[in-house]
């Protein structure tokens, strides 16, 4: 089975654009998750789907968004890029077997804000 | 305070040695999940543990829930093993999201 991918895997972008980053997650996976990591805050939650409803959501403002459409694959959006969105945004999906979940994380996407 | 709390934050052994890096949390949790991640970014889920112990390989996780602590123990290390180990826990209340620690830096000598 092919792995999650991340598309772009580099991105550079200016203060007040926006940007769209996808996810395909392994075949069967319901369920996506999408994190920031950053040098300074370590990796933090954004959010997660299954089957196209968001199911959970982190700390951040509403500039970030995202969706998850019926194949399964999620794109999120940041809308109004400041310079502190310079991170890199990683996208795992999730298999569970009864109650053990595992995740499998994409390479993610380097985006940097100029 | 952080939520989750690992500890040390930097861990540099010689090749061969026992491993231990330690995993607090100061809430109630579903699962706990062990991540490792390589120079580069990719990050490879090693665990998810809910109670007592797993094994893979050299790999060791154990949780205490009383306690509110687990533990990650690497067997015969190996400069292959250098990576940054970072515990997440899945609470049980409210919002389940993931909530991660810093990560710990090993770093294994030949």
């Known amino acids: 089975k092919a792995g999650v991918t991340q598309t772009p895997r580099y991105l550079i972008k200016t203060r007040g654009q926006q940007v769209t980053l996808s996810c395909s997650p392994i075949s069967g996976h319901r369920s996506v998750s999408w994190y920031q990591q950053t040098p300074g805050q370590g990796l933090q939650f954004l959010f997660e789907?299954?089957?196209?409803?968001?199911?959970n959501k982190g700390n951040f403002p509403g500039r970030f968004s995202g969706r998850q459409f019926s194949n399964s694959r999620s794109e999120m959006n940041v809308s109004t890029l400041e310079l502190g969105d310079s991170a890199l945004y990683l996208c795992?999906?999730?298999?569970?077997?009864?109650?053990?979940?595992?995740?499998?994380f994409g390479p993610g996407t380097r985006l940097l804000v100029l | 305070k952080n939520e989750v709390e690992q500890s040390p934050q930097n861990l540099t052994a010689q090749e061969g040695e026992f491993i231990t890096i330690n995993c607090s949390y100061s809430v109630g949790i579903s699962a706990l999940h062990w991540l490792q991640q390589h120079p580069g970014g990719g990050i490879v889920s090693l665990f998810m543990?809910?109670?007592g112990k797993k094994k893979h390989g050299r790999l060791i996780a154990t949780i205490n829930i009383q306690e509110k602590h687990s533990s990650l123990h690497i067997t015969a290390s190996h400069p292959r093993d250098s990576a940054v180990y970072i515990c997440?826990?899945?609470?049980?209340?409210?919002?389940?999201?993931?909530?991660f620690g810093q990560g710990t830096r090993l770093t294994i000598n030949p």
């Open positions: 543990l809910s109670s």
């Open positions: 997440a826990v899945r609470g049980i209340q409210g919002a389940q999201k993931l909530v």
């Open positions: 789907y299954f089957s196209e409803t968001q199911r």
């Open positions: 795992a999906s999730s298999f569970y077997r009864g109650d053990v979940e595992t995740q499998y």
